[in-house]
Structure formats: structure tokens, C-alpha cells
């Protein structure tokens, strides 16, 4: 124990010698317009409750009825007892929400991108990963154990590039994974060149709608529904903790995948089944979202109002853009200098840092809700613009990633595409979220620290070297989809 905790000391002060030590800012009340934050009142300007959901009377009455009609929790894990006739009607609805055939509730976002991209990939297949994807996403690459190609952020050419060269492969699935709307930049994957790529080779694809899903696209449907792609992928991810304004997350897809992910998704098999509230909840807002869609409005409408404001104040925003508003500062001690000044004046904008970001681009991610008034985006664009001055921060060198989606880094394209795609194993730091730093670079997961197969445990050695004529299974197969069920074969036998 000793050795331990000089270890997780030492860890700590690194942490905070380097600047990076977190801790949680306490809110009270709800995620509204406004909140105390540690006391303190303040425009809540970094909630992704983009929709004012989450305090919504008839949401809130919702959950609360759930509670006292199915409980709050749910038990066990969907595949034992854990499907409640509360999640069979969230699922029929989202699914007629997205026009797909079948759809499947998972506990969280990071669940659901986890197990699919587990169930969809595994060793001997290939992973391709836009490097700004989602860290459940990067997670759900190295949990896999397939390989993973992370090709450089939004840029086909390159996607292209490394499919041609894994395409020689004949053995292996393919899987291409993005985010639809990337969290901490606000902008959108080029979904239409995508869905071609993954057709010409054959790719499976999976597309992460968290931050478009009740706030893009048709009635809130999404960027794939806005773009007519909601037929073409294979698996379409939601969460119910944003726009919804609860906890959980969905698939959508068809039958057939969706059979396939409750036999092959680790995290849903494993994993006790979303709380009844928690459902409900997403329920009602999923109705107020169809039945009202002026929020939608509002939230565009206040994002326009915000980043008009912003331009004026001086910040390199444009008006026409994302409900995701970046402010990229640069440095991390001027993002939390910025965020402390603007929280002073009475606006809550966390600082996001690496490893969340990439280096030398920490920023604040503004958020604007459908709750807020155009006044509160002009007092917020005034609160940034007075607090960057007074830190002699010029305004004009801060804002928002200016990219193509066909040309990014087209300087170095040749070399780069021409340069043979490298191996690297994880780095072993906890705190290095794994961003994909490195483009081009194949990234063989190594089995540790997030190993959860059985296969290498004492329990699953036991098993095997007692295994006795009667046993009613085989030595199981590493990585294989159904290991989940067959562990629970050993554990019943
Ligand atoms: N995908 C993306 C793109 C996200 O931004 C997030 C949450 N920040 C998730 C997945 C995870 O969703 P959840 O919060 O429901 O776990």
C-alpha cells in the first residue's frame, strides 16, 4: 500500500506541477441559464444541455413518474432482467425518430461507442479513426485490439489513402468511425465523401451524433438525416445526456445489427440497463423536442447571436456556424487565466486543456443553450472581450479553428501521404487521453491497463485447467463477440 500511494502522491504532483491538476467545480441547482457556481451566480456558458431540457417541468415530471411507477433502477443488464418496457418504448421511438429500422439504448455515450466499435472490430481487423474523434471513441479502438489508423482530422484524401493501403489486406473487417459534430471544435465531418469511401471499400461505418442529435438536421434528427445519409451508415450513435437533457445513449441501425450488438456489445451485456428515470425523462424532452421544435430555433438563433457578438468584441468567430463555439486561446495558463477572469465577471466557460485537446490549442468551448436570451449572449461576448483585454490577451488571436473539409493540411499532403504509416504502442501515462496525436500512425493497442477479457485471468486459467469432460464449453477463442456469453456459460456451469 505504501508503494501505492507514493505512487498516486507522485502522480498528483506531477499533475500540478505541470498545471494540469483537475477538480471539480461545484454547481448547484440545475443545469440552468444560469447556476451558482461555488456560490457565486453565473451564465452557464459550457452545459451541453443544449436544449434546456434537463430542467424542463414536463421532463423532470417525467423522470419523477418514471421513479414511482418502474423504480429507479433497472436491476441487471439488459440480457438478464434489465429490459423494462419503459426502454422497449424509447427504443421504438428514437427509431421512428431516425427513419431506421431498430434501435437500442446503451447506459451511456461512452458505452455505446465502446461496445460497438468492440463488437465491429477485434484483432486481425482495421479501424480507421478520424484523429479528432471522441476519447469514447479512441477507447473503444484500443479496447477493440484491432488495429487503428487515425487519419488526420476531417481530411478524406488521407482517409482514402489509408484505405487503398489496408485494402490489400484481404483478412479483417474495416471500420470507419467518426464524430458527425466534433465536441471541442464545432465542426462537421464531410459525411457525404465518407459514405462513399466506405461503400468503394468496403467499410463498415459507425457515425457519433452526440452533439447534432436535438440540436441539427431535420426536427433535431441529425447531420445524417439533414445530409439524406441516415439510410447509408451502419450504425448511427446518440446520447440522451445532451439535447435530450437526460443520462444514456442509443444506437440506431437495423434489425439485424441491432440483434447482433445485443450479442456482441460488451458494454450493454456487462452493464446494468439505463435507470427507468433516466428514460423517461429522454422520453418526454424526445416528445417536446418533436412537438416544439422552436427550441432547435432558439439554440441556433442564440449560437448566431453569440458568435455576432463575439466578431464584434473583436474574436476571430464567424457569425454562421456551430452551436460549439471555440475559443482557442493557446496556451493552457491564459485558457484558465480567461476562464477565472470571465467566471469573476460572471460567466462559467471551463478551460478545456490537453490531453482533452490537442497541445498549444486549450481553449474555452462555449456552449449557448435554447434557455439563454440574446442578452445573455451579448453580455457573455462583452464579459470575454473586457476579460482578454485585462489580461492584455489580443481577441483577434482567439477563436475558432479555421479548416476546410477537403484541403486541410494540404502543404505537407504529399510527403506525409507518401510516408509509410507507423507503429506505435500507447503511451503508458493515465493521464494521456490518447488523441490520435500522430496521423497516419497505426496504433496496436497493447492489452493493458483496460484488458477486461477474462481470457487472461486466474478464473478463466481455473476453468480451462479443470475443465472436466462434462464442461459444457471449449477453450474460448480471445476476443471473440460472444465471449460475453460464453463467460457466463463458465460462470453458470
Ligand atoms: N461522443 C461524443 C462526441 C461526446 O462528446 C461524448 C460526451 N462528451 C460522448 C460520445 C459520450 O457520451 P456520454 O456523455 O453519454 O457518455
Same mark, same amino acid.
Given at each position: 500500500?505504501?508503494?501505492?500511494?507514493?505512487?498516486?502522491?507522485?502522480?498528483?504532483?506531477?499533475?500540478?506541477?505541470?498545471?494540469?491538476?483537475?477538480?471539480?467545480?461545484?454547481?448547484?441547482?440545475?443545469?440552468?441559464?444560469?447556476?451558482?457556481?461555488?456560490?457565486?451566480?453565473?451564465?452557464?456558458?459550457?452545459?451541453?444541455?443544449?436544449?434546456?431540457?434537463?430542467?424542463?417541468?414536463?421532463?423532470?415530471?417525467?423522470?419523477?413518474?418514471?421513479?414511482?411507477?418502474?423504480?429507479?433502477?433497472?436491476?441487471?443488464?439488459?440480457?438478464?432482467?434489465?429490459?423494462?418496457?419503459?426502454?422497449?418504448?424509447?427504443?421504438?421511438?428514437?427509431?421512428?425518430?431516425?427513419?431506421?429500422?431498430?434501435?437500442?439504448?446503451?447506459?451511456?455515450?461512452?458505452?455505446?461507442?465502446?461496445?460497438?466499435?468492440?463488437?465491429?472490430?477485434?484483432?486481425?481487423?482495421?479501424?480507421?479513426? =478520424?484523429?479528432?474523434?471522441?476519447?469514447?471513441?479512441?477507447?473503444?479502438?484500443?479496447?477493440?485490439?484491432? =488495429?487503428?489508423?487515425?487519419?488526420?482530422?476531417?481530411?478524406?484524401?488521407?482517409?482514402?489513402?489509408?484505405?487503398?493501403?489496408?485494402?490489400?489486406?484481404?483478412?479483417?473487417?474495416?471500420?470507419?468511425?467518426?464524430?458527425?459534430?466534433?465536441?471541442?471544435?464545432?465542426?462537421?465531418?464531410?459525411?457525404?465523401?465518407?459514405?462513399?469511401?466506405?461503400?468503394?471499400?468496403?467499410?463498415?461505418?459507425?457515425?457519433?451524433?452526440?452533439?447534432?442529435?436535438?440540436?441539427?438536421?431535420?426536427?433535431?434528427?441529425?447531420?445524417?438525416?439533414?445530409?439524406?445519409?441516415?439510410?447509408?451508415?451502419?450504425?448511427?450513435?446518440?446520447?440522451?445526456?445532451?439535447?435530450?437533457?437526460?443520462?444514456?445513449?442509443?444506437?440506431?441501425?437495423?434489425?439485424?445489427?441491432?440483434?447482433?450488438?445485443?450479442?456482441?456489445?460488451?458494454?450493454?451485456?456487462?452493464?446494468?440497463?439505463?435507470?427507468?428515470?433516466?428514460?423517461?425523462?429522454?422520453?418526454?424532452?424526445?416528445?417536446?423536442?418533436?412537438?416544439?421544435?422552436?427550441?432547435?430555433?432558439?439554440?441556433?438563433?442564440?449560437?448566431?447571436?453569440?458568435?455576432?457578438?463575439?466578431?464584434?468584441?473583436?474574436?476571430?468567430?464567424?457569425?454562421?456556424?456551430?452551436?460549439?463555439?471555440?475559443?482557442?486561446?493557446?496556451?493552457?495558463?491564459?485558457?484558465?487565466?480567461?476562464?477565472?477572469?470571465?467566471?469573476?465577471?460572471?460567466?462559467?466557460?471551463?478551460?478545456?486543456?490537453?490531453?482533452?485537446?490537442?497541445?498549444?490549442?486549450?481553449?474555452?468551448?462555449?456552449?449557448?443553450?435554447?434557455?439563454?436570451?440574446?442578452?445573455?449572449?451579448?453580455?457573455?461576448?462583452?464579459?470575454?472581450?473586457?476579460?482578454?483585454?485585462?489580461?492584455?490577451?489580443?481577441?483577434?488571436?482567439?477563436?475558432?479553428?479555421?479548416?476546410?473539409?477537403?484541403?486541410?493540411?494540404?502543404?505537407?499532403?504529399?510527403?506525409?501521404?507518401?510516408?509509410?504509416?507507423?507503429?506505435?504502442?500507447?503511451?503508458?501515462?493515465?493521464?494521456?487521453?490518447?488523441?490520435?496525436?500522430?496521423?497516419?500512425?497505426?496504433?496496436? $493497442?497493447?492489452?493493458?491497463?483496460? =484488458?477486461?477479457?477474462?481470457?487472461?485471468? $486466474?478464473?478463466?486459467?481455473?476453468?480451462?485447467?479443470?475443465?472436466?469432460?462434462?464442461?459444457?464449453?471449449?477453450?474460448?477463442?480471445?476476443?471473440?463477440?460472444?465471449?460475453?456469453?460464453?463467460?457466463?456459460?463458465?460462470?453458470?456451469?
Amino acid at each position: 500500500m505504501g508503494a501505492a500511494m507514493s505512487d498516486i502522491h507522485e502522480q498528483l504532483a506531477e499533475l500540478k506541477q505541470l498545471g494540469r491538476c483537475r477538480r471539480l467545480r461545484l454547481v448547484s441547482g440545475p443545469q440552468g441559464a444560469t447556476v451558482l457556481l461555488e456560490g457565486k451566480p453565473v451564465l452557464l456558458l459550457c452545459s451541453n444541455n443544449y436544449l434546456g431540457l434537463a430542467d424542463h417541468p414536463r421532463v423532470r415530471e417525467a423522470a419523477a413518474e418514471a421513479a414511482m411507477r418502474w423504480g429507479v433502477g433497472a436491476g441487471a443488464s439488459r440480457l438478464v432482467s434489465g429490459t423494462m418496457t419503459i426502454h422497449r418504448r424509447l427504443e421504438e421511438r428514437l427509431a421512428a425518430f431516425e427513419r431506421r429500422e431498430a434501435c437500442l439504448l446503451f447506459g451511456s455515450g461512452y458505452l455505446a461507442n465502446i461496445g460497438v466499435i468492440g463488437a465491429l472490430a477485434g484483432r486481425g481487423d482495421t479501424v480507421f479513426s =478520424d484523429e479528432l474523434n471522441h476519447a469514447s471513441i479512441i477507447d473503444g479502438c484500443r479496447l477493440s485490439r484491432a =488495429d487503428v489508423v487515425v487519419y488526420r482530422h476531417l481530411d478524406v484524401e488521407h482517409l482514402e489513402w489509408s484505405l487503398r493501403r489496408h485494402a490489400r489486406r484481404e483478412a479483417g473487417r474495416r471500420l470507419i468511425v467518426t464524430d458527425s459534430v466534433f465536441s471541442m471544435d464545432g465542426d462537421l465531418a464531410p459525411l457525404e465523401m465518407i459514405v462513399e469511401l466506405a461503400r468503394a471499400y468496403a467499410a463498415r461505418l459507425v457515425v457519433d451524433e452526440a452533439h447534432a442529435i436535438g440540436a441539427l438536421g431535420p426536427d433535431g434528427r441529425g447531420v445524417l438525416a439533414q445530409a439524406g445519409l441516415h439510410g447509408e451508415v451502419d450504425v448511427l450513435v446518440g446520447t440522451l445526456g445532451k439535447a435530450l437533457g437526460s443520462y444514456g445513449a442509443f444506437v440506431c441501425a437495423d434489425r439485424e445489427m441491432v440483434r447482433y450488438l445485443i450479442n456482441a456489445s460488451r458494454s450493454l451485456i456487462f452493464s446494468t440497463a439505463p435507470a427507468p428515470p433516466a428514460v423517461a425523462g429522454a422520453l418526454a424532452a424526445l416528445e417536446l423536442v418533436q412537438e416544439r421544435p422552436h427550441r432547435i430555433e432558439r439554440l441556433r438563433s442564440n449560437a448566431r447571436a453569440l458568435r455576432a457578438a463575439l466578431a464584434r468584441e473583436g474574436f476571430a468567430v464567424t457569425e454562421e456556424g456551430m452551436h460549439i463555439v471555440p475559443l482557442i486561446v493557446g496556451e493552457e495558463d491564459y485558457a484558465m487565466d480567461l476562464c477565472q477572469a470571465a467566471i469573476e465577471r460572471g460567466v462559467f466557460a471551463q478551460a478545456i486543456r490537453p490531453p482533452t485537446v490537442p497541445e498549444g490549442t486549450s481553449r474555452l468551448r462555449l456552449a449557448p443553450m435554447a434557455s439563454h436570451t440574446a442578452a445573455d449572449m451579448r453580455m457573455a461576448a462583452a464579459v470575454l472581450g473586457d476579460a482578454a483585454r485585462k489580461l492584455g490577451l489580443d481577441p483577434a488571436a482567439i477563436g475558432s479553428p479555421s479548416r476546410a473539409t477537403t484541403d486541410a493540411g494540404e502543404a505537407d499532403e504529399e510527403q506525409e501521404l507518401d510516408a509509410p504509416a507507423r507503429v506505435a504502442s500507447p503511451s503508458p501515462s493515465p493521464f494521456d487521453f490518447e488523441r490520435g496525436d500522430s496521423p497516419a500512425r497505426v496504433v496496436s $493497442p497493447s492489452p493493458r491497463p483496460f =484488458d477486461f477479457e477474462r481470457g487472461d485471468s $486466474p478464473a478463466r486459467t481455473a476453468v480451462s485447467a479443470s475443465a472436466s469432460p462434462r464442461a459444457p464449453v471449449g477453450a474460448p477463442r480471445p476476443n471473440a463477440p460472444f465471449d460475453g456469453e460464453r463467460e457466463s456459460s463458465i460462470r453458470a456451469a
